[in-house]
T-cell receptor
Framework: EPEVTQTPSHQVTQMGQEVILRCVPI?????FYWYRQILGQKVEFLVS????????KSEIFDDQFSVERPDGSNFTLKIRSTKLEDSAMYFC???????????FGPGTRLTVL | KNQVEQSPQSLIILEGKNCTLQ??????????LRWYKQDTGRGPVSLTI?????NTKSNGRYTATLDADTKQSSLHITASQLSDSASYIC??????????????FGAGTRLAVHP
């Protein structure tokens, strides 16, 4: 069964460093998403991406964040200068037409020291 | 403001027992309501999806109900198993979210099934 994959599973970084979280969505999906979940809190929408551009973003998704689909398979989330409060699980999701639902990856746990 | 509230926050039951989790939402209009299961440290996995016109949807031992008039949904788990221990998250997709399926998540109910 096709699935969304994410790498790395756990990333530890120093405050102020740049990180890139990687996702491989399901191959025939066209819509891609990033969510984050701070420990003990609810999952929060960050950004949606379609047709090589951002279609919607939340207020969390400020200038420190960017997304890219550098090739036909990868979908990345870059945080330019990490802050302590960026520590969270980051989930990638992709959406197909049938079934019309989002499939989530296993997440990347980001720890900012 | 679009919100999804869940209760209880946490629940402990014995293996083999049934339980019901509640979800109240203010998202209106909405396109569909989903229940996800999230194991610790993993991504959410879809259990059921209901459109605003559906009242109930089953997936094995999981049965979800929806009352669009009172804006309430429930997830009933029958004959619980140890592997049911997880967070159960109610998620609503607003009707008008730019067509890009932005989802609004509840905080989840953390279920622990004990032997």
């Amino acid at each position: 069964e096709p699935e969304v994959t994410q790498t790395p599973s756990h990333q530890v970084t120093q405050m102020g460093q740049e990180v890139i979280l990687r996702c491989v969505p399901i191959s025939n999906h066209l819509y891609f998403y990033w969510y984050r979940q701070i420990l003990g809190q609810k999952v929060e929408f960050l950004v949606s991406f379609y047709n090589n551009e951002i279609s919607e973003k939340s207020e969390i998704f400020d200038d420190q964040f960017s997304v890219e689909r550098p090739d036909g398979s990868n979908f990345t989330l870059k945080i330019r200068s990490t802050k302590l409060e960026d520590s969270a699980m980051y989930f990638c999701a992709s959406l197909g037409l049938a079934p019309n639902e989002q499939f989530f990856g296993p997440g990347t746990r980001l720890t900012v020291l | 403001k679009n919100q999804v509230e869940q209760s209880p926050q946490s629940l402990i039951i014995l293996e083999g027992k049934n339980c019901t989790l509640q979800c109240n939402y203010t998202v209106s209009p909405f396109s569909n309501l989903r229940w996800y299961k999230q194991d610790t440290g993993r991504g959410p996995v879809s259990l059921t999806i209901m459109t605003f016109s559906e009242n109930t949807k089953s997936n094995g031992r999981y049965t979800a109900t929806l009352d669009a008039d009172t804006k309430q949904s429930s997830l009933h788990i029958t004959a619980s198993q140890l592997s049911d221990s997880a967070s159960y998250i109610c998620v609503v997709r607003p009707m008008f979210s730019g067509g890009y399926n932005k989802l609004i998540f509840g905080a989840g109910t953390r279920l622990a099934v004990h032997p």
